[in-house]
């Protein structure tokens, strides 16, 4: 039997506001770069270390999460996490430097690592599976208003009180939001698996290798991974440095990029629960969007001015089509193992997303600054060397030989 409209709600919609606040704090150092960059001196490679830091310990702590959720229940695990994150955000606030800073980053990302698998676990519990591409994608348009607030609403924000204040701010309205989750979510008690933590950590290793992750890992983890890398954090330099827009028109710039994430992302959903319902696979509308993305990161290599901002919208609008892989994924690994298929489909995402920002970073840094910033010329090799690593994984799953995987095309 469905589940209540009312549960439903009351079980989704508190994940959904984590969610929310896991992508502002991913995205916000696109706005409080400058400021980072004037008071600790940093080089664009440390730039990009330091706000990659959140990635690489998101990362990281995807392959236990999987357990964890599992094994505890999402409730729990996000609630705990949360405020974890809170207290990343105390500690960035206070950092005397730049060490600090990267430290403090990191236990943001760690509290915030749940942010989606927590939602998409809840999910998988509670909406029925033809209504599950529909459902994760409203969560994550959740996400795509925190971009929003990381963008023309964060600037106001900086100007008002700092830098240093702001996470402060942060940081409380992330201790409500744990509070919501644990006071308002229900628990389910067949969300828990009850094997033991040896046996599902074997379990969770024996997904790494199925022939089915394999293949379709490279091309979701590389073309999520970049988009988040670009978005998060150098296409606001960009703009700044190829078209030579204003601090007030860049944030102008990332809020419309985050608008067309949430309406994307919506659209993603709804196209994928609509054309599932007539047959067609969700991995097949996902291809549609995987191309776009990557049509469009294109135009943003070769630095078309006329056609840019478009370009960066469409990105936007379609990098995270990947979403349309985890209940695909999930239910062919099993609902018992839910959390964990989509925690290693997330692992592989933020991994890349991690070496990719920071991979930007030191690139650009091979180039002589400008005396506005970097030089458009290095944005064109960090650009295309990632666009190329995408187009090979896109290449490896529609062509590598399926026989010698094992594994039945989707």
Known sequence: MTAPRRIIFFALFPFACGYF????????NAVVAPDLVRDFAVSPAELGVLTSAYLLSFSLFQLPLGVFLDRYGARRVQTVLLAIAAAGCFLFAAAPDFFSL?????????GFSAGLMASFKASSIWVP???????NASIMSAGA???IMATEPTAW???QVGWRAAFVIFGAIILAGAAFVFLAVPEK?????????????AELVEILKLPLFLRIAPMLALTAGATIALQTLWAGPWFRDVLGLGPHDVARSLFWMATSFMIGIFIIGVVADRLQKRG?????????????????QAVIMLQVKALAFAAWCVVSAAGQAAILAYPWFAQRVGPGLSGRSNATINFA???VAFAAQAFVGVVIGWFPQTAAGYDPQSYIWAFGLLLALELLALIWYLFVPLASLKEPAP
Do not use: D, H, W
């Open 157 to 159: 924000l900086v100007t």
């Open 189 to 201: 008690e067949s969300e828990k698996v009850s094997a033991g933590l040896g046996r599902q950590v």
């Open 349 to 351: 995402m933020f991994l």
């Open 280 to 296: 067609v696979s969700p991995m097949t509308v996902l291809l549609g969007f995987v191309i776009a993305n990557l049509a469009a």
């Open 129 to 135: 599976p033809e209504r599950r591409s529909l459902a």
């Open 145 to 147: 208003l925190g971009i």
């Open 102 to 110: 990267v430290a403090s980053r990191a236990i943001i990302g760690l």
């Open 21 to 28: 606040l896991s992508y502002l704090l991913r995205a916000v």
